[in-house]
């Protein structure tokens, strides 16, 4: 049977294909639909984790106690799931563990762009790359016989083009797959002493990988009939393919360990091999160390961003593509902003009110504070940073300096925590605002343990952040209604005075999310009653548009009423029904 999927979704068959039975995940952009898609599935048990590393360690225990399982992430995810990934290699697994990865080139959603199989190499586990969506099925199924057959986590890495473009898949039968779990402290326990001995078998695991890597089909050459030749994996394959369709290529599909002899056989035949791919030289520094000198990368191909077909054709004959459509006039700049209604806007609007306050913010929808007409933002490093950064400025700073963190629930719950314990203990003076929508809004709604709803929508006991950060320890816990601006510009200020640590849990759900969706009738502006003053535009909400004076458009209003609480002159009201 025939299917267009998405290369996401092709995974998510590939894992039900080759009888996965459990599969974990923390969101993130691009490879969210991966788990969402496997939560459809009845024969798999599915879960959001609060983190990465607690996915990975869900997963692997499934995997030891003889059950095959999925784990994926995006590539800054796999920072979180390390500590747990470089172990798992040493222990081996039981059945089958592969770890999804979608990297980013081009960070359409990202903090940065790096590499996944530099990891993956540095932890000694094999990494295989589809380039398309029936590869994205055939490689998570060929990951989970790959991993049994090696004792080892296979990363399955992806990248945004593919994780995001649909391609035909022919779908396969489910495959029950069971093995017996048996009680094994040697192998799965890693004191120094064990450790030391799994070493010795993950080296060994390594070379016999190299002699797979070989004759695996998922690395084969295609041979062309022009003399330009190209190693290549993943989507820049398909970019090669396009580029010139004539030209002899070596596809690999599994990228580390690379397969030698096959590389130097193939680049013996040609006067000069280009070798394209996305990022790091990664693929271009391992063939150099094989002594094969004749191969052409980086020097002309970019480290940044994403390639395409004519990014290839340019970069190798240095000529000037016809672009086959041009606009004349230079159009405007369309930056991403915070929806309609959208209750981060009340708090940052709040927040850049507060003098002589440094911000520390956080990975999610509210980012977006940083920008204009905000400003609201002074930092944004990792998923949790935002609390232990603010202590560590309020360690440095002079006591006029107000220190405040950003960070929304998901995230808190993520990676948040511990910085706010790290607060507490440590006698940290910080405002921390916790922006609660009551989901995971930047990936797309996904739900977290503070929601009350799993990965299915079903019921489940719900965390309670304002008990959790009261048991923590925390000087003051308050919940706010980020839509009272004018109310909590004072309450902040307020809280400020109070040394401590101070955590403000600024409450209500995403205008968005089907779950609290209203329908409630938006504002209009009365032009007899407007005195044009343009307050209610600082709150750039995307609503809102000027003409001779404020206009608000009802199809995009979400009906918050911020804009009529700023009116200091009644011009702002509900449309009657």
Known sequence: MKRLMLGNHAIARGCFDAGVRVATAYPGTPSTEITEYISQYDEIYSEWAPNEKVALEVA???AIFGKRALCSMKHVGLNVASDPLFTASYTGINAGLVVAVADDPGMHSSQNEQDTRNIAKAAKIPVLEPSDSQECLDFARRGFEISEMFDTPVVLRSTTRVSHSQSIVEIDERKEVDFEYKKDVEK?????????KRHEIVEEREKRLREFAETVELNRIEEG???MAFITSGISYQYVKEAYPDACILKLGMVYPLPEKLVRGFCGRFEKVYVVEELDPFLEENIKVMGVNNIIGKEIFKRTGEYSPSFIKTSIEKCKLEIPYRVDEELPARPPVLCPGCPHRGVFYSLRRIKNAVITGDIGCYTLGALPPFN????????GASIGMAHGISKVSDPSIKTIAV????????SGITGLIDAVYNKSNILILILDNITTGMTGHQDHPATGYNIKGEETRQLDIAKLCRSIGCDVVEEIDPYRINENIKRINDLLEIPGVKVVIAKAPCKLHRRYNTTLPGRYVDPDKCKN???CLTLGCPAMSYREIPDIDPNLCASCGMCESLCKFGAISMIKE
């Open 60 to 62: 692997l225990g499934a």
């Open 533 to 535: 003053c343009k307050v």
């Open 188 to 196: 799965y326990v890693m004191m120094p002493a064990m450790a030391r």
């Open 407 to 414: 960070i929304g629930d998901s995230t808190f719950i993520h």
């Open 225 to 227: 009939t022009s003399n």
């Open 376 to 383: 609201a933002m002074d930092t944004c490093i990792c998923m």
